[in-house]
């Protein structure tokens, strides 16, 4: 029972102590400040990462998408985006019916290819500075170029 009493005063004084460590001036917790530039960077990196795993087979499947005719029946088709700017860039695409969300990473003057399922969608990305914003219904191979002028 002793060694009871000893464990719960001292996690009583470490958890005291260790609350009065997290106020600031104003009495309130404030977490670092992380810029969306800064976020967008990560995500840009974590999404590349993901993109390279299975890419020689997931190119094939991009190439036998645009080599041969389309395939009305088939639910899926390509995406290629040609980033024109000298800047990285993530293509999201939101489905407008349905649970499809893509985030597509394009490095800076570089090409991206996706297979990505037929439908509706909004889509956007920064693209340097600028804001690209778009509805596309996409039932055939889409080549999608982006600058940033």
Request: aromatic share 8%; net charge positive.
């Amino acid at each position: 029972m002793k060694y009871f009493k000893t464990i719960s005063l001292f996690l009583t004084q470490l958890l005291l102590f260790n609350c009065n460590g997290l106020r600031t001036n104003s009495g309130s917790y404030s977490a670092p400040s992380v810029s969306p530039e800064s976020s967008e960077k990560k995500e840009f990196a974590d999404l590349m990462e993901k993109d390279q795993i299975d890419k020689n087979k997931k190119t094939a499947e991009v190439l036998t998408y645009l080599l041969n005719d389309t395939d009305p029946a088939d639910p899926y088709t390509v995406a290629v985006n040609d980033n024109l700017s000298g800047c990285n860039i993530i293509v999201r695409l939101v489905a407008v019916k349905g649970n499809e969300i893509y985030n597509l990473p394009v490095p800076k003057n570089s090409k991206n290819h996706f297979k990505i399922a037929k439908g509706s969608y909004t889509m956007r990305s920064n693209v340097c500075e600028s804001k690209y914003y778009s509805q596309k219904s996409i039932t055939e191979p889409l080549i999608l170029k982006l600058s940033a002028h």
